[in-house]
DNA sequence: ATGCAGTCTGTAACCGTTACAAGGTCAAGC
DNA sequence: GCTTGACCTTGTAACGGTTACAGACTGCAT
């Protein structure tokens, strides 16, 4: 009788963001409560599942696995909020970030590196013929 | 009758680097040419085909994928070696990897921001309450 | 001859999303 | 009512690349 009623998947989409194959994964995992079906077997969301696919989201943009998510719903769901848990598991993600980052540092110079090497003009690419040789 | 007989696909993934269910994998899509084949079935490994195997290794080690390597492979092994594909690949690569650096770093500011923001001496976790509230 | 290690093939899982197919349903316009 | 188009349903498969099985065979050493 609200403003929210009659809220399918695909306005769910469109206000979360997430894709409705998406959504219905989700609630296929568990991730997801399983929304009220209406006669016609069409999901119907209420505003407390949307409000858990807002939450889902911005755990997704920042990095999260959904597995993740899982884990970090039950440890906030509980009647304490955990954030001791919260905290360590987006320290944890920032350092896996930050040699990410590192390695992809070193990576992109090696490939400016090996660019440089290259030299149309010659017979040979010196860079397939270095690739051909060593691991290097 | 050299000492590269009877070179097996273990030998071969010991020497590349390469799992055997890897070597068997680039073998079935065409990426690895098809080894000659003893009576017993098994696949034994000529020169040739492990310096092949070694090339793979080191492009899939600058991050190409399988594809951008069949590709490289067909730019290389022609009469003239390309060098242009090979620097123009290389450089193309360099800038994904560049601005995927790019948003590593944005996403482990906002991580670290968030973390900071945790307060485990308070009630409820300002963060999970954030993220329940607006996708940001 | 007995066992262990290796190999063979085929299949499925991993992760998360996307794209189908084939069928049912809703809402608008006429 | 009837058509049209957009939406929903389920199930299945693909994407990339690796890993892990299962069940059967082989090589080599003791």
Redesign the pocket.
């Known amino acids: 009788m609200s403003a929210t009623t ?1 809220i ?6 469109r206000r979360s963001g ?12 568990g991730l997801l409560p399983s ?1 009220v ?8 969301f209420s505003q407390e599942t949307l409000d858990r696919l807002a939450t889902i989201r911005a755990w ?1 943009d920042i990095g ?6 899982r884990e970090l719903s039950a440890a906030t769901e509980g009647e304490e909020m955990r954030c001791e848990t919260v905290q360590r598991q987006l320290l944890a993600h920032a350092d896996e970030v930050r040699s990410r980052i590192q390695s992809l540092k070193a990576l992109e110079s090696r490939l400016r590196r090996l660019a440089s090497e290259c030299d149309p003009s010659r017979d040979e690419c010196p860079v397939v013929r270095q690739m051909g040789r060593s691991s290097l």
Chains 1, 2 share one sequence.
């Open positions: 009659s399918t998947i695909g306005d769910a989409a997430i894709s409705p194959e998406s959504i219905r994964h989700y609630e296929r995992i929304p079906r209406g006669d016609n077997g069409y999901r119907y997704r999260m696995s959904l597995d993740e998510i």
